[in-house]
């Protein structure tokens, strides 16, 4: 079984940054894919970022690109996600998943992840 814990969430404000942690255990973690999604008050739960076993390939959501950057290390079994230039509009409980395996056909979708964090909450006020 994969327990994914997530960190680093809090209050910030506009154009500030934070940076999140999700600590893995129950598997080899550098053998799996990791992502990240959130979910703001009264909307469905949307892809932010993804990163390969390996960190070679990153995806991203068109609207936290180039602010975000998503990374791993796979010796401390954690990834991270930085988040630059924050906006009130990435206020959301922020969470981490992993897949059985590598990345899904489709890394954008909640189905193609098996495991995720209870989440941590980002608020960005204005």
């Known amino acids: 079984q994969v327990q994914l814990v997530e960190s680093g969430g809090g209050l910030v404000q506009a154009g500030g940054s934070l940076r999140l942690s999700c600590a893995a255990s129950?598997?080899?973690?550098?053998?799996?894919?990791m992502g990240w999604f959130r979910q703001a008050p009264g909307k469905e739960r949307e892809f932010v970022a993804a990163i390969s076993w390996s960190g070679g390939s990153t995806y991203y959501a068109d609207s936290v690109k180039g602010r975000f950057t998503i990374s791993r290390d796979n010796a401390k079994n954690t990834v991270y996600l930085q988040m630059n230039s924050l906006k009130p509009e990435d206020t959301a409980v922020y969470y981490c998943?992993?897949?059985?395996?590598?990345?899904?056909?489709?890394?954008?979708?909640?189905?193609?992840?098996?495991?995720w964090g209870q989440g941590t909450q980002v608020t960005v006020s204005s």
């Open positions: 998943a992993a897949p059985s395996g590598g990345l899904p056909p489709v890394v954008t979708r909640e189905i193609g992840y098996d495991y």
């Open positions: 129950g598997r080899t973690f550098s053998s799996y894919a």
